[in-house]
């Protein structure tokens, strides 16, 4: 198994999609949404995970829980000194 994060699905979405991504030792990963401005909007994981598949689910919402407005967003994994992003619409 190798570190991978693959394309959010679906994608664009509304209300909501699915981040995978797969890590092949156990590591501290995060896993953050940002915005076009490169302000981020959300922190989706942050924590020690075991080598695995792993998948979350972002509901287009910010940190305080407010819908965000139709958009690109970049989900942005790093782990260890593994560091990828994805690009992912939200229409509404």
Same mark, same amino acid.
């Given at each position: 198994?190798?570190?991978?994060?693959?394309?959010?699905?679906?994608? %664009?979405?509304?209300?909501?999609?699915t981040i995978e991504y797969a890590l092949k030792e156990d590591v501290r990963a995060t896993l953050k949404v940002y915005? =076009?401005?490169?302000? !981020?909007?959300? =922190?989706?994981?942050? !924590?020690?995970? %075991?080598?695995?598949?792993?998948?979350?689910?972002?509901d287009g919402r910010d940190r305080s829980g407010r819908p965000l407005p139709s958009g690109i967003y970049i989900a942005r994994l790093t782990a260890g000194d593994?560091?990828?992003?994805? $690009?992912?619409? =939200? =229409? $509404?």
């Amino acid at each position: 198994m190798e570190y991978a994060l693959s394309p959010a699905y679906p994608n %664009p979405f509304n209300p909501v999609t699915t981040i995978e991504y797969a890590l092949k030792e156990d590591v501290r990963a995060t896993l953050k949404v940002y915005d =076009l401005l490169g302000r !981020e909007v959300r =922190l989706l994981v942050d !924590e020690h995970q %075991p080598a695995a598949y792993h998948s979350v689910v972002w509901d287009g919402r910010d940190r305080s829980g407010r819908p965000l407005p139709s958009g690109i967003y970049i989900a942005r994994l790093t782990a260890g000194d593994f560091i990828a992003g994805i $690009k992912m619409v =939200l =229409l $509404k």
